[in-house]
């Protein structure tokens, strides 16, 4: 049997609601795993943000930080890192820009920092560590900084200005991610194709915000949650359940099936 990479993006795709991942879901995933399927997470989160969600599931690929950071089992393979002047520059012109109090995040390689308002860990439970900081004095290499922008305009106009970023909105609030130019799920993707000696035939890909469209078209199957944005429908190969009806359980086990 040809090995499959079966990737999952995390949020409104893998977990619920309730962020946690379905029994039935992940008796699905582990049955495709032990049939010879390569098993991968590709997530706009941080790595450390993410495994706090996984609970049982121990992927064999973890895409994270919207592609800026790839492991292959417990090896980097892939980092995209801003230098630590960079980093300074990019959270001072988001702060010019948006305005002093705007809410930043930066990933690390091994830390979510966030100058947060109201602790995140208060809204939902299993939520991850995330440091909390000023950023004054900010010495750190930044894989992703995202930055939550109520107004389109100053929106736009940061992505102009952070001409070396790929800028991204996700769908279900405010933020804005902002990576390397080129630093993208797709992108990393290949990486691991080229890794596993893969096409992108190979791959399954399950997703539904903005920054899935790419990775779903590049997937050999581009298989959209039902609470999918049209955006990502319009470009899967399949529309499934959503992500509160066990859609990629039943997906996956009608493959197995078969």
Known sequence: MNKRILLFDLDGTLLRADKTISDRTLTAI???????????????????NCLSFLGDLMPDI??????ALVKKDKQYIYKAVFSRQ??????????????????ITIDTVDTHFWNYKVNPGQLESNWGDSVWTDYSNFSEEALKMCVEIFDDEKAGCLADVLKDCDSLRFSDGYWYKFTKKGVTKENAMSLICSTYKKTNKDIIAFGDDYADI????????????GNSIEE????ADIVIGTNE???????LEKILEG
Request: charge should be positive; include cysteine; glycine fraction near 12%.
């Open 214 to 225: 790419e990775m779903l078209r590049f997937a050999g199957i581009g298989v959209a949650m």
């Open 86 to 103: 960079r980093t300074r520059e990019l959270i001072h012109t988001a702060r010019e820009i948006c305005g002093m109090n705007c809410e």
């Open 232 to 235: 990502v429908k319009k470009v």
């Open 62 to 67: 973890l895409i994270t930080s919207g592609g």
């Open 245 to 251: 009806e066990d859609g990629i359980a039943v997906y």
């Open 30 to 48: 582990n049955r495709c795993r032990l049939k010879g399927d390569i098993i991968g997470i590709s997530t706009s989160r941080s790595e450390k």
